[in-house]
């Protein structure tokens, strides 16, 4: 446990600039991942006056699973005493996945959700006052993250991951705590610090294309133990590089009111795809 949080305090130094304060919101989803960041980030940050910590948990409308994890993360701020903020697909968007996965069509569920998430995040982020925006993206999900733009030719997004250091007006920036953390690692620390989060997987997440780059990389490195925070590493050593290469984009603001970089934000077009007949 010393190991991790070791760990994690050193990215919180490298990511965070916290000499003026700082308003510090964790994506709390109650799995293992977030409920972890909550936990590490409170025990770094909760001596800090200056430092305010929150959290937001997106509600996208999945009975049975959604709601087990709103109820613990809930249960968590509360052990903590750390204001929770609950945000959904039904008053954000007035659908929700149990509307959207069946009519998602040639994309999986996980691209509208994820588009969608992003934005009731950065909203209540907004709303709230944040300064950055915590994920609890570990070392397997950053990994996967960077071989899904490689393989797609997307260098200019791989220039745009997380952690974030330039802010770009309209975007909360995001930082990854557990970015050098293995995902069983991570698993394992939330055992041991008797976090009760929920471990079921998202009924919707089965289609994920990133599911096709796990299996891939866990391959890896399980023929060359050691793989995954070497492909990181190489990354960092290569963001430099990139971030020069890519300068900011020149955002646009879209009718909803979110930054994009077309006349609409990538949200409002998946909506347009989506027909829904009204509820009666």
Known sequence: MEYVEKRVKREVRSQLDLSTGGHITVALSGGKDSMTTLHLLH????????VTLDAITVDEGTPGYRDICVERSRKLCDELGVDHH???FAEEYG???????????VRTPCSYCGVLRRRCLNRKAQELGS????????LDDTVQS??????????????RLGPHTRIQPGLVPRIQPLRSIPEKETYTYALLRGLDFHESSCPWSGEAVRNDYRHVVNLLEDGSPGTKH?????YDQLRPMLRDAYAPADLRQCECGEPCLEERCMACRLLDEIIIEPRE
């Open 95 to 105: 659908i929700t996945m149990e509307d959207i996965g069946p009519r998602s069509g």
């Open 43 to 50: 025990e770094i940050l909760s001596m800090r006056r200056d």
């Open 146 to 159: 960077v071989m899904m733009n490689i393989s797609r030719g997307d260098v200019e997004r791989l220039a």
């Open 131 to 138: 300064t950055h925006i915590a994920t609890g993206l570990n």
């Open 86 to 88: 609950v945000i959904s």
């Open 230 to 234: 070497c492909i990181l590493s190489s």
